[in-house]
Structure formats: structure tokens, C-alpha cells
């Protein structure tokens, strides 16, 4: 990014603008995505995701409601930070959030994609599996 540019502070934009550029084959654009958009990945991933943090199920139906029907961006999404969240805090998640998730899962249907590509394991919470796995498509 050159001298006097501004970094949008928006994580949501943040977040798909670091994922277009670590995914570019230019070297460049991966510099600068690790250089000038860490902080955005950082935020979701790290921040948002870890800390279980208010408002952790709108951040994630934002990011999947800006990139629509971009099924690349929606299966990143949903492997990444909405696999953290439901896999590795599952159990440490309230019922509140967990209905809030499971909720915009059945009515948006870019937030669904993302849910779908969560991979579950055998020691993942079944009582969380069991609410999320119903959105894979049949087999």
C-alpha cells in the first residue's frame, strides 16, 4: 500500500480483501495482503472467534452476506472462522448464540453455504453437530 492510503477499518471488508489478495498468484498482492490486511483476518479469526465475542453471529452472516454467491469465499468462510466457532467452541457457546446461528443458517442462504462446509470430527459436541450438520446438502 503506498505512503498517505488509508486502511479500511471495516473488518467485514478487511477480511475479503486480505482472503482476494493471499489467494492471488501475484507475490505482491500476497505481501500486501500479510503486510496491510492481516488485521482484518486477525480480527475474525483471532478476535471475534476466540473471544466468543457480542455480536460474533452478525459479524459472521455480514461476511457471508458480502461475498454472495461466491461459493469459493463462502466455503473459506465456513472452513475457517464458522468451523472454529461451532467445532473448537461448540460446547463453550451459549444456547443463545448457538439458536442465533442456527437460526441464520436456515434463513440466509449465504450463511448456509458457509455452515455446510464445516467439517465436522467424532470429537466434536454431537448436541452442536446434530443442530448445524441438518444444512449439508444430502449425500
Given at each position: 500500500?503506498?505512503?498517505?492510503?488509508?486502511?479500511?477499518?471495516?473488518?467485514?471488508?478487511?477480511?475479503?480483501?486480505?482472503?482476494?489478495?493471499?489467494?492471488?498468484?501475484?507475490?505482491?498482492?500476497?505481501?500486501?495482503?500479510?503486510?496491510?490486511?492481516?488485521?482484518?483476518?486477525?480480527?475474525?479469526?483471532?478476535?471475534?472467534?476466540?473471544?466468543?465475542?457480542?455480536?460474533?453471529?452478525?459479524?459472521?452472516?455480514?461476511?457471508?452476506?458480502?461475498?454472495?454467491?461466491?461459493?469459493?469465499?463462502?466455503?473459506?468462510?465456513?472452513?475457517?472462522?464458522?468451523?472454529?466457532?461451532?467445532?473448537?467452541?461448540?460446547?463453550?457457546?451459549?444456547?443463545?448464540?448457538?439458536?442465533?446461528?442456527?437460526g441464520a443458517a436456515?434463513?440466509?442462504?449465504?450463511?448456509?453455504?458457509?455452515?455446510?462446509?464445516?467439517?465436522?470430527?467424532?470429537d466434536d459436541d454431537?448436541?452442536?453437530v446434530a443442530r448445524?450438520?441438518?444444512?449439508?446438502?444430502?449425500?
Open positions: 500500500m503506498g505512503v498517505g492510503m488509508t486502511v479500511d477499518p471495516n473488518p467485514v471488508s478487511g477480511y475479503w480483501t486480505h482472503w482476494r489478495l493471499s489467494t492471488s498468484n501475484d507475490p505482491d498482492a500476497k505481501k500486501e495482503a500479510q503486510r496491510d490486511w492481516w488485521w482484518a483476518w486477525e480480527a475474525v479469526d483471532g478476535g471475534a472467534i476466540d473471544a466468543n465475542a457480542d455480536g460474533v453471529a452478525d459479524l459472521l452472516v455480514a461476511l457471508a452476506d458480502a461475498v454472495p454467491g461466491d461459493e469459493a469465499a463462502l466455503a473459506y468462510l465456513g472452513a475457517g472462522p464458522v468451523e472454529t466457532l461451532l467445532r473448537n467452541r461448540g460446547g463453550e457457546l451459549s444456547p443463545k448464540l448457538l439458536d442465533r446461528l442456527e436456515r434463513r440466509n442462504p449465504n450463511f448456509r453455504i458457509a455452515v455446510r462446509c464445516v467439517w465436522w470430527g467424532d454431537p448436541a452442536v448445524f450438520q441438518k444444512f449439508a446438502p444430502p449425500l
